[in-house]
């Protein structure tokens, strides 16, 4: 037996309607439809004309009707600007009680959920009116007293919990979503984002544990999702896809926008295209020419997309990259993407639905990447439906996505309730001065709201279902403001510096309204708070009575020969816990200095810096044994007069080397640098021998050369 489901993708360039039928585990395309926007109602994704976009909606369905018959529910699928990301986690305790059941793993999934749109509220309370739907989520792991496992079901042990990764999109995205479909005559059957759909329908739960980025390029977005560890580690978006090459193409040739969409997709299957302008003028143009007018907005595409999957991805780049969506045929698209993200070309590739398990198709339905995404969306709304309820809270009406049982909690979060109105009104609250800056002291909550569903009293945990009449009745005020201080300052009355291994303890001073005050003194409304820490390294140093250790820290400069020389290793060095830091360094508790100064300012260190040969060497052995001739090669001079080399220097010196005469070295300098001695009572003669050939004391020698004297005994001796 089959099952017919509809489902509509509404894209920034055009709308598909699907007809899509299971017949268990397969799926048969028997319909498609595609229909372009006449203007441009849709925006990165988000509906911008209701009722234009519903007038085409309403077209694609009653062309379906004609010949599949009444249609009243749809899926569809979501995408938005603000997209947003939470990740959170439930636990509970499973200790003597029977073995967790799939209702017991559907509320502790709920759980997680719940507090991931807890967590997105948080971040979001400075924005008044600002709300979030959660459309939906992926379990990230099960753990079962905290070690990972594959499934909670027939469990038994202390502690079972899920983490999961939620996906959530403005009130305003859905709410257009909603509208449109109404004014076209349907239903919300089940929604979906764009990037989850794309994933369901290509990459197989199997497939997940390599870690793989797919990303749906549209005309106004570019969906992005993430795969790893056998699950759905992330989902994002980037406002940039096909609508920027189409503009590209409409800026650089003067034309209309439709018309530079026409052209951008005659890039893929032309090898010349004529450009009619906005003037009137047509012309010839190679493809190859239009793709290098618009390599900037292509090379644009490509790094924005990749950016985004190194931010969802941890900063490295995926295994691979799978593209679809009609953006994906841009050219050189693959190539840019591959080299933006450091991969080889065969390893980021456009699949179309030819790809999809499974999956048959009408003759008439073509096999492209932009029909991925209406197929995954009508997969989805089989397989993971999100159900939509509405609820009253005080005379609000709140829509909802179900996901399993829905309580109070929820639907305070969405119709976004005030934390305030939990309680009864909270103490007066108490303003003070503390640096200059005014600081208000919120007073006590005061006791919790009573909350009644349909009259009857319940709790936050109550179970709620569509079309629930929720009442909050405000409890008693609360104790007005009282604080201290300390409660102020934290941890910043004290703190424990090293410099140089010694530990420094430095203690904030407090004054209250100008007196000396301690730091659990009660404070009052108006009260002028005037704390002094020791927040720089210079104050630090000013602090312990140290500032002349930076009094070195300046690179000196010297002259040498005439030319401005720096020593940066005669300056002093000063490190925060082992980094490079000026004297505005902001300091915090525990941070360790080291200090340490530069070598001395000497003529010396000045030459062995600078690697400067002082002296005339020649390296020869002589009896076996190796000598090393040496004699100066320069004169030294400090501004202009003559120094040795532990002369100290200044800053600005003139340093001037002025080079001796060098004679050769000849065998008879070789007896001034060795103590060796005819052997005690010798009384032959001897001669000279280099390399092995005669030579004379005045004969000239050289580096490497090997000399003796080789002894000759007396022809009178016996």
Known sequence: MSEKIFALDIGT?????????????????VDLIVEEHTERAMVDGQIHNVVYVAEVIAHIKNKLEEKHGPLTKVAVAAAGRSLKTEQAKAKITITNRPALT?????????????????????????????????????????????????????????EASIEVIATFLPRVVVES???????????????????????????????????????????????????DQSTVTAYGMVPTAGDEITEALSDHYLLDFPVAETLKRELSVQKEVTISDILGFDEQVPVLDVIQNIEPA???????????????????????????????????????????????DNRVAVRDIDAIKNLTRAEHVQATPELVT???????????????????????????????????????LSANINASKLYGKPGLAMSVSLNGQTIHIPGELGSPTMIKINGEIASMKTAITNEDVIELIEGTNGMEASATASDLIDNATSQIITLNGQPYSITAKLKINGSSASFSQQLHEGDEILVETTSTLQQLMTKLGKNSLLDDRSIPTYYLNEQKVNVPQFAATITVNGMACSLD??????????????????????????????????????????????????????????????TSLNMNDKIQLLPLEATPWTFQDVFKFTNWQLP????????????????????????????SLRLLPSSTQV
């Open 680 to 707: 005690e009572g010798f009384k032959g003669t001897f001669e000279l021998v280099r390399n092995h050939v005669k030579a004379q004391f005045d004969q000239p020698i050289h580096n490497g050369d090997e000399l």
């Open 374 to 412: 209406p197929i995954g969306i009508a997969i989805s709304a089989k397989n993971m439906p999100i159900k939509y309820m509405a609820v009253q809270v005080n005379n609000q009406i709140v829509r909802m996505f179900e996901l399993k049982e829905m309580t109070v909690t929820d639907a305070l």
């Open 177 to 227: 979503l909603i509208a449109a479909l109404k004014r076209a005559g349907l239903e919300m059957d089940g929604l979906t984002l764009e990037p989850i759909a794309a994933i369901n329908a290509l990459i197989p739960t199997s497939m997940r544990r390599l870690n793989v980025a797919l990303v749906d390029i549209g005309a106004g977005t570019s969906d992005i999702a993430i795969t």
């Open 585 to 646: 360094t902001i300091l915090q508790n525990g941070d360790a200095i080291e200090f340490s100064t530069g070598i001395d300012r000497t003529l010396e260190n000045f030459i062995t810096v600078h690697s400067i040969q002082m002296a005339d060497r020649c390296d020869v052995t002589f009896q076996g044994e190796s000598i090393q001739l040496s004699r100066p090669a320069f004169k030294t001079l400090v501004n202009h007069r003559e120094a040795d080399l532990m």
């Open 102 to 158: 799939q209702a017991d793993i559907d509320r502790l999934e709920l759980a997680a959920v719940q507090q991931a749109q807890a967590n997105l509220l948080d971040h979001q309370e400075q924005l008044e009116g600002h709300h979030y739907y959660c459309v939906a989520y992926s379990v990230l792991y099960n753990r079962l007293d905290g070690q990972e496992i594959g499934n909670l079901i027939d469990q038994q042990g202390n």
């Open 13 to 29: 360039r055009s709308v598909v309607g699907i007809i899509l039928e299971q017949y268990e585990e397969n799926y048969h395309v």
């Open 298 to 344: 292509i090379d644009h595409l490509a790094s924005t997309i990749a950016n985004e999957i190194l931010k969802l991805n941890g900063q490295k780049s995926p295994k691979a990259v799978i593209l679809i969506g009609g953006g994906s045929l841009t050219p050189q698209i693959t190539s840019k993407l591959s080299h933006a993200l450091a991969l080889p």
